[in-house]
């Protein structure tokens, strides 16, 4: 074909962010053709995964796809780094030592279609109304945590109370919120932040009630 060749690229999108460079099979993955010149076999593979790569924003729209196990059910959410609970604390989410009822949550899956899902964290135990895990614009009080935007818990669920989630090689899993930050911690405060991809300092483990 004119010294050229098709080759057939899948892409699939994670957390509403990047999609990248995989196998047909890949779950959820759509078909793109790429004509490139012909080329040495040998070196082809490696040169395609490493470039053949764009980015995708979704506004406001934190999506999971062809994620192993969905997270949805009822958990306690202990933070990998510290060991601690995630814990509705009337109007706001902190840590805590003890899994007790204040950190339990009932996550709620809201698909948007068969691959793509968006998920609800929701207080089971709160002393108040304000059941469901919140990203908000607002900063953190100290001056050195301009890049850290607070959470909340509020009584409804719309876009600001959706998140993405994806399952980490650990089995943790880590949650992104529609400002396209993710769910983070000290140790003490809970809050959003930008990074490439989650550390330590976002993973969870969910743990069965």
């Known amino acids: 074909m004119d010294g050229r060749h098709r080759r057939r690229v899948s892409h699939y999108y994670t957390i509403g962010l990047t999609c990248s460079a995989q196998s047909t099979t890949s779950l959820g993955s759509t078909t793109t053709e790429i004509s490139t010149p012909e080329e040495d076999q040998s070196t082809s593979e490696s040169t395609l995964s490493s470039t053949e790569s764009t980015t995708t924003r979704v506004d406001k729209v934190p999506t999971t796809t062809a994620v192993k196990t969905p997270p949805a059910g009822q958990w306690r959410l202990r933070s990998v780094k510290y060991g601690k609970y995630l814990r509705a604390n009337n109007g706001s989410v902190d840590l805590a030592e003890a899994g007790e009822d204040f950190e ?14 968006q998920f609800e964290l929701k207080s089971m135990n709160n002393p108040s109304d304000l059941l469901y895990l919140r990203a908000s614009w607002d900063r953190l009080p100290k001056a050195s945590s301009n890049e850290k935007l607070s959470v909340n818990l509020t009584n409804v669920h719309e876009a600001y109370e ?46 069965n009630l």
């Open 104 to 117: 339990q949550w009932d996550i709620q899956e809201r698909r948007l279609n068969d691959f793509v899902s």
């Open 162 to 207: 959706r998140w993405g989630a994806t399952e980490n090689d650990d089995n943790s899993w880590s949650f992104m919120s529609h400002n396209l930050r993710w769910l983070s911690t000290n140790g003490t405060n809970v809050y959003t932040r930008i990074l490439t991809k989650p550390s330590i300092s976002e993973k969870f483990v969910l743990e």
